[in-house]
């Protein structure tokens, strides 16, 4: 049985700097196990037309390394998945970290044996692993979710996850396709399907807020811009709550005029940024200048989609805007306006059963060659509890979050010694411009184990009136913003049937986590058991 000091699940944006920090910095013998064939994580895994992400390119990467930084050009505002790919693969050259990554090995159990101190690990082609530290950079969004609608296994034609997308080309050219989910990953797949198939039949159950990307190529200024403020653009995006260079000011909705207000929402409009949240301070804090913002979006949808019945499905908010996941979008609106397009709504007509050729809903039976379910994640927990990890006194950790995931700082849970989430429920995680907030992990985690080997001692673990604490903290500002808003979300767990219904990240915002997280460092981790 192979020993370890470190092993990292995953080999995605946290995986590989983990790796990089553990094994070129600590000198620790490090492995990275990692279910696909290559690196990327989430994007290796979501491969679906239009898959792009919502961060700007030149902020969503590694700022750790200025020569990675400097010699790696975005060439778009926002980069498309494969972009993303061929960066991390970029990276990984750099750092040569192939070499200590196993891949198409899934992680089966995961058990902490005490009195060895070690974690033994199991992956799904029978290999076992023992290591002192278990780190699980696994990914927030990475358990896909479809949803057990009656009839799914009698369906005799091909079915699709956006999450879990074939790396063999779809045929979708010319045939008739379902597709189930308006989320994020639904209003990227949408505009870009729509352009090859016979007909694209969308089924909404909630309509979600969506601002224009407004995708570009950068120009040389733009991108020797960008390079030569590389220091500048580091430190921005460690001081503003999302990792984002944008932060929210201080005017209110309600120091303007309609017509003054509505030249600022039609300027963010216009530019197209998740920024578009950040025209006034008060648009993600109090409901009624949220409700500006929401009608903003509202009329410019029924502007762009010609169909007023469509356009009345599309605007039907049932929370404000930004209590859920806000999305960007190109052509999205513009999609329904296609002759090719329709769309159902759930709410009024929802589906009864998956039939052999199709879906059945209240009104109608729709035959269909495929169906694509852009139907989510069960986020945050559903990967590590995946890994099904067994710690301290045979204590399974399904059981140990049965009511709430109980950690400290999203960082540690107790009762689990040496095992490290990264991007893991409680911390700010998937609020955040995710590889901001992963560097900030890897570097705490890296900083905790030198200090645990540095003073020679066995374990560390997160006591628990600090994880209690924790998630009083995390729910006393979820209480307090609009995400609670939301009748149904899946950062509070609504989408997973079973699944605890509390605020699942760290609402707080990165500055007053990554302060936290530093004061816990400078104070030698008072707040866990060391041994
Ligand atoms: P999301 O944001 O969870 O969206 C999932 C969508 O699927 C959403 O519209 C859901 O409607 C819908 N859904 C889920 N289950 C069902 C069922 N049973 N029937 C009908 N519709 C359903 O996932 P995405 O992949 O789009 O985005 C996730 C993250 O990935 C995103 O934040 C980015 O970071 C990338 P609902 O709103 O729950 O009514």
Redesign the pocket.
């Known amino acids: 049985m192979l020993q370890f000091d470190t092993i990292i699940i995953g080999a995605g944006i946290s995986g590989l700097y983990q790796l990089h920090k553990c094994r070129d910095e600590l000198n620790l013998k490090t492995l990275v196990i990692e279910e696909g064939s290559d690196i990327g994580g ?1 994007w290796y895994w ?1 491969r679906y037309p239009g898959a792009r992400c ?1 961060s700007e390119s030149h902020t969503y990467g590694y700022t750790f390394s200025k020569k990675i930084y400097k010699n790696w050009i975005w060439k778009e505002k926002y980069p498309k998945q494969n972009t993303i790919l061929k960066y991390l693969k970029f990276v990984e050259k750099k750092l040569d970290l192939k070499k200590d990554i196993l891949f198409n090995n899934k992680i089966i159990s995961a058990r902490y044996l005490e009195r060895k101190n070690l974690w033994k690990i199991e992956t799904n082609k029978n290999k076992v692993f023992l290591t002192k530290y278990l780190i699980c950079a696994v990914g927030s ?1 990475s358990s896909a ?1 479809i ?1 057990k ?1 009656k009839g799914l296994n009698a369906y005799k034609g091909k079915y699709y996850h ?2 879990r997308w074939p790396k063999k080309k779809v045929n979708l050219k010319d045939q008739v396709i379902a597709q ?8 990227q797949v949408a505009p870009e399907i729509a352009k090859v198939v016979k007909k694209l039949v969308i ?4 309509p ?1 807020y969506s601002i224009p990307a407004r995708n570009k190529k950068l120009t040389k200024e733009i991108i020797n811009n960008y390079l030569k403020n590389y220091e500048k653009i580091k430190k921005l995006i460690k001081k503003t709550p999302g990792g984002h260079t944008f932060s929210f000011p201080n005017r209110s909705v309600f120091d303007f005029s309609k017509i003054e207000r509505d030249k600022i929402f039609e300027k963010a409009w216009l530019k197209g940024s998740l920024a578009f949240r950040a025209c006034f301070g008060d648009i993600t804090k109090n409901l009624k200048a949220n409700q500006k913002a929401s009608n903003f979006i509202k009329e410019k949808i029924l502007k762009i989609v010609k169909d007023k019945k469509i356009a009345k499905i599309l605007t039907n908010f049932d929370h404000p805007f930004t209590s ?2 806000p ?1 960007l979008n190109t052509n999205y609106y513009e999609t329904f306006n296609k002759k090719n397009v329709q769309l159902v709504d ?1 709410k009024t007509n929802p ?1 009864i059963k998956i039939t052999k050729k199709g879906i059945k809903t209240k009104n109608k039976d729709f035959n269909f060659d495929k169906i694509i379910f ?4 069960d ?1 945050l927990t559903g990967p590590l509890l995946s890994l099904n990890l067994v710690g301290k006194k045979q204590i399974k950790l399904k059981d140990y979050w049965s009511k709430i995931p109980k950690s400290y700082l999203g960082l540690m849970i107790p009762k689990f010694p040496n095992l490290f989430i990264i991007q893991g429920p409680g911390s700010p995680s ?1 609020l955040t411009n995710v590889p901001v907030q992963i560097e900030q992990h890897v570097e705490w985690i890296t900083h905790c184990i030198s200090f645990i080997e540095l003073n020679k001692k066995r374990s560390i673990e997160a006591s628990l009136s600090s994880a209690k604490n924790w998630s009083n903290e995390i729910k006393k500002l979820a209480d307090a913003s609009l995400f609670m808003k939301a009748k ?3 950062y509070k767990g ?2 997973i049937p079973g699944k605890p219904k509390v605020f699942i990240p760290y609402p707080g915002g990165l500055p007053r986590y990554r302060n936290i997280c530093n004061k816990v460092e400078k104070n030698q981790y008072k707040e866990f058991l060391i041994k």
Do not use: E, H
């Open positions: 989430t979501n919502d969004l979710n949803p609608i956006t999450g189930i989910g308006t989320g994020s990953s639904g209003i089924f909404q159950r909630t979600n859920k996941r999305t759930l589906i852009a139907t989510g994640y986020a998937v149904s979300s899946w609504d989408n």
